[in-house]
């Protein structure tokens, strides 16, 4: 019974990082104006009838702020590669030197930064409700236990606990977000 207590709020505490983990992921393909690997990290290419991730089949590279280079492991993928980078709709236009592919990173405008803060908040507020969606549920495990015999200044010293797991991961949460929203608005 005290353990499978504890594993609430073990699962809920895992279940926390995972959202906090993903918030983190989705905020890396935001595009501050600076050229990043990680923007190109969604993209697929076909590669002998199979989709591959772009990083499988070439090297990603930023040589400087404004330019990244794809530097694919066969010249036969150099095509296959502009194609998937098209079709991903970036707004990005890939350049093909032969041996390489070169990507400019436009500078952002000052409407499409706010854009991009406001789709950064959106995802921390996904992040949020995912938080006390793991919260919740935690805390329904929690009061089923005690009702079923679970000693009650226990659960009430998990449910605490439950409770400062949440509000620590929603600092961090605002934390990322704002460090993000700096990042897209530091010209």
Not at 8 to 35: C, F, P, T, W
Request: aromatic share 4%.
């Amino acid at each position: 019974m005290q353990e499978d207590a504890e594993q609430y709020v073990s699962e809920a505490k895992g279940s926390m990082q995972k959202s906090l983990d993903h918030l983190k992921q989705e905020l890396s393909k935001i595009r501050a104006g600076k050229a990043s690997p990680d923007m190109l990290s969604g993209i697929s290419v076909p590669y002998y009838g199979n989709q591959t991730p772009l990083n499988q089949v070439a090297n990603v590279t930023s040589s400087d702020s404004r330019t990244l280079v794809i530097q694919p492991w066969e010249k036969s993928m150099i095509a296959p590669i502009e194609k998937a980078i098209f079709e991903a709709n970036l707004g990005l236009t890939p350049q093909n030197d032969g041996d390489l592919v070169r990507i400019n990173i436009p500078a952002l405008t000052e409407e499409r930064r706010k854009q991009l803060v406001k789709q950064a908040k959106n995802f921390g507020e996904e992040t949020k409700v995912s938080l006390r969606s793991a919260r919740r549920d935690a805390m329904e495990h929690l009061k089923k236990a005690i009702k079923e015999g679970y000693p009650e200044d226990a659960g009430k010293r998990l449910e605490d606990e439950v409770e400062q797991l949440t509000k620590s991961y929603t600092n961090k949460v605002d934390e990322t977000v704002e460090a993000k929203e700096n990042d897209i608005m530091t010209l």
